[in-house]
């Protein structure tokens, strides 16, 4: 009987150390479940936060482009106007000469460097 509570009592310990170890491999997956949760909860704030940014930094970007497409209009309006009236003044002074140069000009700065170099380029994205 002796040699019965020895084998019980040489087992209790072992029963105890599995006990042990099955706690803290408890905690440790809890441990580790909270970890995760916090990742994913701090990953799902973070892609929030980026498209919040996007979506913001696409508006100034929209606005940006409205204002440059507006000022390229101005522009061109004026110089239209601008070269319209010097047409009708040479026109009403019967200068048709300085009519062919001043057409022939325009269309030479037009199409070459002149009004395009003043526009806003859009770099390639």
Known sequence: MEDENDQNRSALPTQ???EGELASIDKNIAHISSTIENVANNAFKSWSEHLEFKAKHADQELKI???QHKRTSI??????AFVFSLLAMAMH???YELVKIILGSTLAVAAGAGLTSLLPKKSGK
């Open 16 to 18: 105890l150390e599995k």
């Open 65 to 67: 482009s409205d204002r």
């Open 75 to 80: 522009l061109l309006f004026i110089t239209i």
């Open 93 to 95: 002074k019967e200068q």
